[in-house]
């Protein structure tokens, strides 16, 4: 016959006082944060544009209606050639950032890392080919700090 400890006490508690330390109990559902939420957003909408231009862009040489027309000549103002390589680079790269901000929204442990390594490629950008120590670099020195601060929401 197996006796059942009295409530309150168990594994994951202390004399009825719930453990801290090392042996804290997590439950894996602790609530998206704000910040995610909202990070999640903003890479969905980049990723989404992204995925677009480059969709468009290949689309251009087949097919003929008024939207490449318009898009012909407002991507004349942008540094990037129309070329194939680019278009490419464009609807992989939405398709990359398409799935991480779904991801990040889903608290998916690699969304977390995949974003935090795209923050610090960036910084690594920003220090060495602009100016080192900019509002941008200390904005993304922030977002990192904090998708650092908010990884035991992920799992």
Do not use: C, K
């Not at 795209?118 to 990192?144: D, G, I, K, N, Q």
């Amino acid at each position: 016959m197996s006796v059942r400890p009295p409530p309150g006490t168990g594994p994951w508690s202390r004399g009825g006082v719930p453990a801290s330390g090392p042996y804290r109990y997590y439950s894996p559902r602790l609530g998206r944060p704000l910040g995610i939420s909202l990070l999640s957003l903003v890479v969905g909408i980049a990723g989404l544009v992204a995925f677009l231009t480059g969709l468009i862009m290949l689309l251009m040489p087949f097919v003929s209606f008024p939207a490449t027309t318009f898009f012909a000549q407002t991507v004349e103002f942008y540094t990037v050639p129309l070329t194939l390589t680019s278009s490419l680079v464009l609807f992989i790269g939405g398709v990359v950032a398409l799935s991480v901000a779904n991801g990040l929204w889903h608290q998916e442990r690699w969304a977390l890392w995949v974003g935090a390594g795209a923050t610090v490629a960036v910084e690594a950008v920003f220090f060495f080919r602009y100016v080192p120590f900019s509002y941008a670099f200390l904005a993304l020195w922030v977002l990192y700090v904090y998708l650092l601060a908010v990884r035991r929401h992920f799992y």
